[in-house]
């Protein structure tokens, strides 16, 4: 996740009044690109981040990549959250992995020796945020993770293993807890998932983890 995106114009924005406390502005150029589709899945995904409740995120508009999100510094404090979206086949789990970062942004923008040994805090990185997004909720497991490494098999036939891959995810958060190595031991038990038959591979259920307020 970068600061600050090169380029990323905060002027000509346009709010939108019908969300929920945390809330959208859309770049002049996402107004003109925006789809209904897309407006929609961006509505139904933010209630699933109740910790950027209070916080306007602008939205843009990018071409050149999946998504980007941006942590806005003014003399040192923060002063906007950014996400750029691809709107042509966008994924909710783009848009989860893209809030995600902002989350990030925000944890570590709170540094303190608390925070650093919070469990709870979602901790930087590319495969981190990919394995918190898939534990969040089931929404974002509409299609398969960027950065966590999965075997060709199961990117191929992600729909029939995304449920046990979330599973998983949300027991690596809360092996983090006692082991450095979670995120190893996680790509570990996903091969051993993907030469599974799929007859074994668990049915699907509703998970959750407590999230802070």
């Not at 589709?37 to 995904?45: C, P, V």
């Not at 209070?54 to 040192?76: E, P």
């Not at 979206?85 to 902002?102: M, P």
């Not at 495969?127 to 898939?134: A, P, R």
Request: glycine share 4%.
């Amino acid at each position: 996740m970068r600061r600050r995106a090169a380029g990323f114009k905060m002027n000509n924005i346009h709010l939108r009044e019908t969300f929920p406390p945390g809330s959208f502005r859309f770049t002049a150029l996402m107004s003109k690109r925006l789809t209904r589709r897309a407006q929609e899945m961006i509505e139904r995904s933010l209630p699933h981040f109740p910790e950027l409740n209070g916080h306007v995120i602008t939205v843009g508009y990018t071409r050149k990549h999946l998504g980007s999100a941006t942590v806005i510094y003014r003399k040192g404090a923060i002063s906007g959250l950014a996400i750029r979206l691809k709107v042509r086949k966008l994924t909710y789990q783009t848009i989860g992995h893209e809030l995600t970062h902002l989350l990030q942004g925000l944890s570590h923008a709170r540094r303190s020796r608390a925070r650093a040994a919070d469990a709870a805090k979602i901790p930087s990185g590319e495969k981190q945020c990919d394995i918190w997004t898939l534990a969040r909720h089931e929404l974002f497991c509409d299609d398969a993770p960027t950065y966590l490494r999965l075997p060709r098999v199961m990117r191929e036939s992600w729909p029939a293993h995304a449920a046990a891959v979330r599973a998983l995810c949300i027991r690596a958060i809360n092996k983090r807890k006692t082991h450095r190595r979670y995120i190893r031991w996680l790509e570990a038990e996903i091969r051993a998932l993907a030469n599974a038959p799929l007859k074994d591979v668990p049915p699907h259920q509703q998970l959750e983890l407590p999230w802070p307020s």
